[in-house]
């Protein structure tokens, strides 16, 4: 019985392919093209994650001063000090003056003939001319500005209807206006500087892994996420024969925002340093390999799941700024 089904289903596929020669070739080449194609997009990505060398920023630039906003605790100070050892001057905003010094102490310490300038600023609050003032003047008193990191933000978690006013408020408020805000200042005289002076700038977004991976209790901050990247990703096509434009999707980080017992968590540092290698290649990256992983392991819903219930551990309430 059996072998008569399959002498029958052999029977009918031989004579479909007789009928349909040219259905038949172009499956087979569609085949052959999914495999290729996988093939060479896999042998990419490890070349460029693994292989390629990052570009001498310092020479691309022509040095200047980069400017980090929260760049006294996490990503922002990882950044700060990946720039400050390639010889890079810098401006640190946040709000809290007692870590501002002792971070320009640190990198002035470890790093000889950078200079490092502070800035107290709280992004947490409405923006109003008046309000921001105090903060363009003391950007508009620096002089080469090659690169500015929009990078500080505020992380909270909780169904929609949980969370306060104040909270979704807080969240909106440092997630997207210091980014429009310090990019609106600093666009002119970036283009400046690149089309005039003809040394290259650039602009870095950073955006959120939660850009991808949409799970409940996450709706304001992941908003807020696909913001900065909807964001880069224009101002990118705007200006990018001139400014290297990023969004920077990086997944758990050690911070103030996030503890260490986080799945696939690496530190601050190694994470700049892996970004740092694709400045100047790509106008998006995850970062390090362990976020490009956890982007698409918990984007899959079952184990996205799961990490919604796991979230809770390691998520701090804290704003790094």
């Known amino acids: 019985m059996l072998s008569n089904i399959h002498a029958s289903v052999k029977d009918s596929l031989e004579s479909f392919g007789h009928k349909h020669t040219h259905l038949m070739a172009a499956f087979c080449l569609y085949g052959a093209y999914t495999v290729g194609s996988t093939a060479l997009n896999w042998s990419w990505r490890f070349f460029k994650t693994f292989l ?37 001057n810098l401006v640190l905003i946040a709000r809290n003056p007692v870590k501002l010094a002792s971070v320009k ?42 690169v500015l990191i929009n990078n ?37 005289r970036l283009l400046q500087r690149s089309k005039e002076q003809k040394k290259r700038t650039a602009i870095l977004n950073i955006s959120s892994a939660s850009n991808y991976i949409r799970l409940a209790g996450s709706s304001i901050y992941a908003s807020t996420k696909s913001f900065n990247k909807t964001f880069s990703d224009v101002i990118g096509k705007e200006y990018g024969k001139y400014i290297d434009v990023m969004a920077v999707i990086p997944g758990p980080t050690v911070s103030n925002l996030v503890s260490d017992n986080a799945p696939l968590v690496i530190q601050p540092e190694v994470h700049a340093r892996w970004v740092l290698s694709d400045l100047g290649y790509n106008t998006e990256t995850f970062g390090h390999y ?23 551990s390691f998520v701090k309430s804290q704003n790094k700024n």
């Not at 929609?160 to 429009?180: A, E, G, H, Y």
């Not at 956890?294 to 979230?311: C, S, V, Y």
């Open 290 to 312: 362990k976020h490009w992983m956890f982007t698409n392991i918990f984007g899959l819903p079952l184990l996205g799941t799961q990490f919604a219930k796991m979230r809770k």
């Open 105 to 146: 102490v640190e990198l002035t310490r470890e790093h000889e003939g950078i200079d490092v300038k502070v800035i107290e600023f709280d992004f947490n609050k409405p923006y109003t001319a008046e309000g921001y003032k105090p903060l363009k003047e003391e950007l508009d008193k620096i002089e080469d500005i090659s």
């Open 52 to 88: 390629r060398p990052g570009k001498n920023l310092f020479k691309r630039y022509h040095g200047g001063y980069i400017v980090i906003t929260g760049g006294t605790d996490g990503l922002g100070l990882g950044y700060a000090r990946e720039f400050a050892a390639k010889g890079f």
């Open 152 to 188: 500080v933000g505020t992380l909270d978690t909780g169904n929609f209807n949980d969370l306060s006013i104040n909270i979704i408020n807080s969240m909106i408020q440092v997630n997207c206006i210091p980014q429009i805000v310090l990019t609106k200042y600093l666009l002119p």
